[in-house]
């Protein structure tokens, strides 16, 4: 060797990593330098560790503002993390020569800044790299003096750069450029040919020349990238002339140190600007001046799907598994990814079978000789295993891209690595409870009368309050009752972003939950905020904190006289108040407060819900739902719903209320069994008479059997209400049909399909036969001409004995309810 050996790459590429371990082998350098921040120095000791495994990540944030950070991503292909290990091994000194952390985090918030100024949200969007991190390696899309160069945009480029951010301009990629000289209309093909698919132990790779001089590929790709920036210039980006100066001024520093046989891995792009000739006085001028923030680095894990493109990630490649595939697999990568494809696919219980197989893989290899590729690529595998295995369907395509081409692949680092106190209290309790952070997502089903599940509950909602969200709240497939939860959980890598922000809060995940709530709950400036904030304290079991919100609740509630806020608040007052008897807290002072508003809402709703327009009253509607359920969830339930019930019927006998209010009245008295059924026909007799105009007679239908709240089958089994609307809809003057029909749909489409079908053959049908007449044959299958008596009454020995009724008194007893159901 005769100077440094640069060895330019692409981040990520598994052919790159092979061809720079195999050059690394050839050459022996004394130390090897790496595209990086230098603040990653302290902390590559840590990648020897048994611990460590790829994908994992530098992340640099400043200490002042955690929320300011960058990655590094690696992963196990990647060319960086080979000749990392490739140096510890043989314990050759490697180091981190790109521009330092405190300078790129300090330099992106300045271009945060003039970019917030230009006011174009557009662009600011597309900014964000990951959520609250900042990018440190913008994206090269125009050359100087203003002239810009279309070269495919829609390709991917060959450098983007970790965690590359795209700038405004249109992005020139030199690997289209030279994909188009070599006659390719795919870039990604064309390095995939050339460069990804050496050395893969495939039958048909390429043989002899490249592999004569391992080093031969990079001066080769050198001299390409030479000519590109001599036509190109730097790529219209200041930052990276800044980066490569100090990237030169390290170099120069480890030949001096090392000699100059130094071995240097970066970008492809920057090769050009490595090995041009400057002088150290031009190169510290460029650093000159630059601001510059306190950093703290440390590892974390990484994920396969946040390596993908798609995931918004500028150095993303769109296959990271498939990568990782080519890069392990010792021989016949091809028959190995097939085998994998298959058993995925025999997991979802499809059909496939050795032959599958084998035939994939010689469709696979035909395609690519068709192609004129040295082997079968990604493309060629997807198309053999669409057409051989899922039968020309794309549904198991998507399956196998989600779980094998992207893959969830989680990463690991040792507990020596740095970490914020609230990350390793984080980290303890997971190791405790057993929850192990997973990066494919799945449902966790808690059981609270269980400690540890109880625990598993508190942790999650701590974390939720302190904005890190592991797991989000779902819909249980068991039981609904409070003494289980059911959460769906993921973890992101920008998670460890938000425990390093929740860090100024406190250095435990209690302490820090009990800061943060505390201080919502003084900067809260509505009363449902507080209320909410309660239940979140009650669910997390923040006792230090509720002191705090419950005085902030009890003087917020005593100073709103909205009856809108409040009776925002109460329903979550009173799940509060479930919570607390099911983690055995003490809440007698919010069961005080509940009951206050209770007080408050039953003597202020009924003028409140007068001369409201049609926005104001679906609203209120959903107010009334709210405290009718939530009154019955209070202590003081028996008290306070007698008044509830009198406030009910008030709204139902005025006027004035609007008909959706006073429909949803009716309704939820009938189902309390405060209102008869003759009493709720004649209401809705009032309701839908002639005199009544016809939108708010709709609206009074809506309010009594719309909604999921059952109304479908309230009509279903009182035909008597049925016919009522039936009636009134029938005679709906035809000029104002067509203002009624919005309301009507919207009431009717909530009923599930089965319900819609039964009122509609019900209709059909017409009215039942009264005694002694005979009703007309039905048409429709499943449906008879009237009541079937003695098939009815045949069903009552055994419900009698399903019931458990022994005397004759409770035999009537049951008989005359099933009568009263049957008709």
């Not at 000739?277 to 031009?282: C, G, P, R």
């Not at 009594?704 to 035909?719: I, K, N, T, Y």
Request: aromatic letters at 4%.
């Amino acid at each position: 060797m005769t100077g440094p050996l640069l060895l330019g790459v692409r981040h990520h590429g598994p052919g790159s990593a092979r061809a720079v371990r195999a050059a690394l082998d050839a050459a022996s350098p004394p130390a090897v330098l790496i595209e990086g921040p230098p603040e990653g120095d302290a902390l590559l000791a840590l990648a020897a560790d048994e611990q460590m495994r790829p994908p994992v990540a530098l992340l640099a944030h400043a200490v002042d503002d955690p929320g300011r950070a960058a990655f590094w991503p690696l992963a196990a292909f990647s060319p960086e993390w080979v000749a990392i290990r490739w140096a510890l091994e043989r314990e050759v000194p490697v180091r981190f020569i790109d521009l330092p952390a405190a300078h790129s985090l300090a330099l992106a918030a300045e271009e945060e800044k003039e970019n917030s100024s230009d006011a174009d949200p557009d662009r600011d969007a597309d900014q964000k790299l990951l959520p609250d991190a900042v990018a440190v390696d913008p994206e090269w899309d125009a050359v100087p003096g203003g002239e810009t160069f279309v070269v495919a945009p829609d390709a991917k480029s060959a450098d983007p750069e970790w965690d590359a951010v795209p700038d405004a301009g249109v992005r020139i990629d030199p690997i289209a450029v030279l994909a188009e000289t070599a006659g390719y209309d795919d870039p990604e093909r064309w390095w995939e040919d050339v460069v990804e698919h050496r050395g893969s132990g495939s039958r048909a790779g390429p043989k002899g020349r490249a592999e004569d001089d391992p080093r031969a590929p990079f001066a080769a790709l050198g001299e390409a990238m030479t000519a590109l920036r001599e036509m190109y210039g730097h790529g219209g980006h200041d930052r990276d002339l800044a980066r490569e100066a100090h990237m030169r001024i390290q170099l120069r520093a480890a030949r001096k140190e090392f000699g100059d046989d130094v071995a240097v891995v970066c970008g492809a792009w920057h090769v050009p600007a490595l090995a041009g000739k400057t002088t150290l006085a031009a190169d510290k001028a460029l650093l000159k001046g630059l601001p510059k923030v306190r950093t703290e680095m440390t590892w974390v894990p990484w994920t396969h799907r946040r390596l993908a493109r798609h995931s918004g990630y500028g150095a993303g490649i769109d296959s990271p598994g498939w990568y990782g595939h080519l890069f392990g697999a010792p021989d016949r990568p091809v028959e190995r990814w097939m085998t994998k494809v298959a058993r995925l696919l025999r997991d979802e219980d499809r059909m496939v079978s050795p032959a599958h197989v084998i035939e994939a893989v010689r469709l696979a290899d035909t395609l690519a000789a068709m192609r004129g590729r040295p082997l079968a690529g990604l493309t060629e595998t997807t198309d053999a295993v669409r057409a051989v295995m899922c039968d020309g369907s794309d549904v198991p395509i998507d399956l196998i891209r989600d779980r094998l081409i992207v893959g969830d692949v989680l990463g690991e680092v040792p507990d020596a690595a740095p970490a914020v106190p609230l990350q390793r209290d984080l980290s303890r309790l997971q190791r405790s409870l057993r929850l192990k952070p997973e990066a494919l997502e799945r449902e966790l089903e808690l059981d609270l009368r269980k400690e540890t599940d109880a625990a598993k509950s508190r942790l999650l909602h701590r974390l939720k309050l302190l904005g890190v969200g592991w797991g989000e709240p779902a819909t249980g497939r068991g039981s609904t009752g409070t003494f289980r939860e059911s959460w769906r959980l993921r973890w992101e890598p920008e998670l460890f972003v938000k425990v390093a922000e929740a860090g100024v809060w406190g250095t435990t995940v209690l302490s820090a939950a009990t800061a943060k709530a505390e201080n919502q709950a003084v900067a809260a400036t509505a009363l449902a905020e507080v209320t909410e904030l309660a239940e979140q304290c009650l669910l997390a079991e923040l006792p230090g904190a509720l002191p705090v919100v419950m005085t902030e609740l009890a003087d917020r509630a005593a100073l709103d006289a909205d009856v809108g806020h409040l009776a925002q608040a109460l329903p979550a007052l009173a799940r509060s108040l479930r919570y607390g008897d099911v983690r055995s807290t003490d809440t007698a002072a919010l069961g005080e407060v509940a009951a206050g508003l209770a007080e408050r809402i039953c003597v202020g709703l009924p003028p409140a819900c007068t001369g409201l327009d049609a926005d104001g009253a679906a609203e209120m509607r959903g107010h009334l739902d709210g405290v009718h359920t939530a009154i019955g969830l209070l202590p003081a339930a028996q008290e306070l719903s007698g008044r509830w019930g009198s406030v009910l019927h008030r709204l139902v006998g005025r006027d004035t209320v609007p008909g959706v209010i006073r429909g949803r009245a009716a309704r939820l008295l009938l189902d309390d069994g405060r209102l008869e059924e003759a009493e709720a026909a004649r209401l809705m007799g009032l309701a839908l008479s002639p005199g009544t105009a016809p939108t708010e007679a709709a609206a009074w239908i809506e309010g009594f059997v719309g909604g999921a709240s059952g109304g479908g089958m309230l009509l279903v089994h009182d035909e008597r209400l049925l016919g009522l609307v039936d009636a009134w809809l029938t005679g709906v003057p035809a000029d104002a049909f067509t203002d009624v029909l919005p309301l009507l749909r919207r009431t009717f489409s909530a009923y599930e399909s089965g319900v819609r079908r039964t009122l509609g053959e019900l209709v059909r049908r017409g009215p039942s036969a009264a005694p002694g007449e005979t009703r007309a044959e039905s048409t429709s299958p499943g449906f008879g001409p009237g009541l079937d008596e003695e098939r009815a009454d045949a069903v009552l020995p055994l419900l009698r004995l399903l019931l458990g009724t022994q005397d004759a008194d409770d035999n009537d007893r049951v008989d005359n309810d099933l009568v009263g159901v049957r008709r």
